[in-house]
């Protein structure tokens, strides 16, 4: 069986389009009949989460701890207990491609990172795209971690301990650990996820601070570039 954990915490808005996705990649053919299993992970939720995943023929798990690794360590748990052989990880503000599970599998190793695509930079300033264009690599052999595009063996998550209860990281600190543990990692970009680029990021240090952040460094960098420019015609 093939566990797909979706961590959410107040993600009414987003729920929907992201386990439809899901759902799609859990039934494409390539998979052979294979049974796909998709949980939620309600994480001190109080909005209507818990229905939208119901409404959607998915599973849920109810969790109060407001952490992403505790909530993402529980999926997997759950998932491992019901005989999940493959854990494929993403997250409630993400929609997967249909063929997400068909490319993480065909790696034939034991976990893989793929990248993101922003779905809307419009009510971000320019800049920020500018930063996204120059800094992220979006190719084979990249090496970014995104917990919405992750997936593991279950031999390999147990042997590197599983997710840290970190409200931050916690997907770094386990691929981190599954290199420590011997695990052959892909860093394809073969698995594609759509992401939102929201302003209101839910976790410090995440995906929206780091956007905003390299937007920042360039603007500083514009700056200084602009303080070169009137010294230089100034003498």
């Known amino acids: ?48 989460s818990a229905g939208i995943a119901q409404r959607a023929g998915v599973e849920s798990l109810a969790v109060d701890a407001r952490n992403v690794g505790v909530a993402r360590a529980a999926g997997a748990f759950w998932m491992l207990e019901r005989g999940a052989r493959w854990l494929a990880f993403s997250d409630a503000d993400s929609r997967v491609a249909p063929d997400w599970l068909v490319m ?27 930063a996204w264009r120059a800094r992220y690599h979006d190719a084979d052999g990249h090496r970014h971690v995104h917990g919405a595009n992750l997936g593991v063996c279950a031999h390999a998550y147990r042997r590197a ?30 698995p594609r996820v759509v992401t939102s680029a929201r302003l209101d990021a839910r976790v410090c240090g995440g995906f929206g601070d780091t956007l905003a952040a390299w937007a920042q460094s360039e603007a500083q960098n514009e700056a200084r570039d602009g303080e070169v420019s009137a010294t230089t015609e100034t003498d």
């Open 1 to 48: 069986m093939i566990g797909i954990v979706i961590p959410a915490h107040d993600e009414e808005c987003l729920l929907t389009p992201c386990l439809h996705a899901a759902i799609a990649a859990a039934r494409h053919p390539a998979l052979s009949g294979e049974p796909v299993r998709v949980l939620v992970v309600l994480d001190a939720c109080t909005d209507a």
């Open 161 to 190: 301990g599983g997710f840290a209860p970190l409200a931050c990281g916690e997907d770094v600190a386990l691929v981190e650990m599954l290199g420590a543990t011997g695990a052959v990692i892909a860093w394809s970009a073969a």
């Open 104 to 130: 993480q599998l065909a790696q034939g190793v034991d976990a893989v990172c793929g990248p993101v695509t922003v779905d809307d930079w419009s009510r971000h300033p320019a800049r920020t795209l500018d």
